[in-house]
């Protein structure tokens, strides 16, 4: 289920931000995103996690949201697949 959520979230990122086909494949768990990808601004952030939602079948809680899970695309995998874990 990792490398699913894995490539499921590249996905995402890729669909929701409109970035270029194979962009987000290049991404490595220190890739910043909020604040670096120009594409990920705040109104970005609402489609990206409700989109993450309903692609993976999670519920993100507003409490859930803070600076340091969009910060990199390691720490929003790691979010992404404790949420997909928990029962």
Known sequence: MENETDLLLRRI??????LKQ???????????????LPELDSMAVAGLL???????DIVIEDDDIDGEMLETYGSLLVFAQ???AAP
Do not use: I
């Open 13 to 18: 990122l890729t669909d929701v931000l409109g």
């Open 50 to 56: 409700t989109e993450m939602e309903d692609r993976l």
């Open 82 to 84: 404790a949420k997909r």
């Open 22 to 36: 194979g962009q987000a494949d290049g991404f490595a768990a220190e890739t910043g995103l909020f604040g670096h």
